[in-house]
């Protein structure tokens, strides 16, 4: 009942965030957090890759001081807001919780089961979630109606999108709580139904799934399909390119969630994308993926 009262009050002034997961995502959520005033506490699994995420954030910071996008201040004031640490009761004072670890179903259950314990009552909890149902993950949860799912893009500070999700019980007060904060990152927010991969993904890793088809059935070579995508259609990065930045098993797995949840061919994963995971080729991250970064400049692998 303590959930549907605070609820039922209106929507909660954030003043305390917290982002489980220092890859790319979280570090990113965690940037823009502390830029925008909040306080924020980064967890990882690891203790030294939050504080690896630490540095990260800084040298990025560095760049948008050079860039002239903010003051020098304002860059150490924000670092000095972000606490990293190994361990969900870290998260104990936190208004709102951001859980950006990995592209998995059974991970991200895990992660709500063990956090809800350890947060307050009224705190509310967001998934950036690129594909997953929101309403599946919110029912392992002790508070449905104060979880949501709040999907950033990649990179954080750069994209100016943020996809705001309801599961079918996420209440009025939760979804503008959420809507204010993204507003107060700076982003502009699309609402999204909970139908799998949402709106940008829907869309996009169809796109990016043909443009393996296409390679894979010899229509073109990577750096043709690249070319002619980014001077054909005016992408500022061509869909393979994208798919390395992406990395190959988040486009895989978003891929099984469309094949699985709407049950339409359309959205069989190409044979090639699967063997390029298998092989462990992942993308930019690994070192190879559709392009090889191993030198100065990547070079097609096929």
């Given at each position: 009942m303590a959930d549907q009262e605070a609820a039922a009050e209106g929507p909660m002034d954030v003043k305390a965030v917290g982002v489980i997961g220092a890859g790319q995502m979280g570090s990113g959520i965690a940037h823009v957090c502390a830029l925008a005033g909040y306080d924020v506490k980064l967890a990882d699994i690891s203790e030294d890759q939050a504080k690896a995420a630490l540095d990260v954030i800084a040298r990025n910071m560095d760049r948008q001081v050079k860039r002239g996008k903010i003051e020098a201040a304002e860059k150490d004031a924000a670092?000095?807001?972000?606490?990293?640490?190994?361990?969900?009761?870290?998260?104990g004072d936190s208004d709102l919780v951001i859980e950006?670890?990995?592209e998995n179903e059974e991970v991200k259950r895990e992660i709500f089961k063990a956090l809800c314990p350890m947060i307050k009552p009224q705190a509310i909890i967001c998934t950036n979630t690129s594909s997953i149902s929101i309403t599946r993950l919110a029912s392992v949860t002790d508070r449905p109606s104060r979880f949501m799912g709040m999907h950033f893009m990649n990179p954080v500070p750069l994209m100016q999108l943020v996809e705001l999700i309801r599961g079918i019980a996420t209440d009025e007060a939760t979804f503008e709580t959420v809507r204010m904060l993204a507003e107060k990152l700076g982003k502009t927010t699309a609402s999204a139904e909970d139908f799998p991969a949402f709106i940008v993904n829907r869309i996009l890793l169809p796109m990016i799934n043909e443009a393996v088809y296409t390679l894979y059935e010899g229509v073109g070579s990577?750096?043709?399909?690249?070319?002619?995508?980014?001077?054909?259609?005016?992408?500022?990065?061509?869909?393979?390119?994208?798919?390395?930045?992406?990395?190959?098993?988040t486009c895989l797995a978003i891929m099984h969630v469309l094949y699985d949840g709407l049950a339409d061919t359309k959205y069989r994963p190409c044979p090639l994308l699967v063997k390029y995971v298998e092989a462990g080729w992942l993308g930019k991250k690994a070192g190879r993926g559709f392009y090889d970064y191993s030198g100065d400049e990547p070079v097609p692998t096929r």
């Open positions: 670092l000095a807001r972000i606490a990293p640490g190994g361990g969900l009761e870290m998260f950006a670890a990995s990577v750096k043709s399909i690249d070319t002619a995508m980014r001077l054909g259609a005016n992408h500022p990065m061509g869909p393979l390119e994208l798919a390395d930045f992406i990395g190959l098993d």
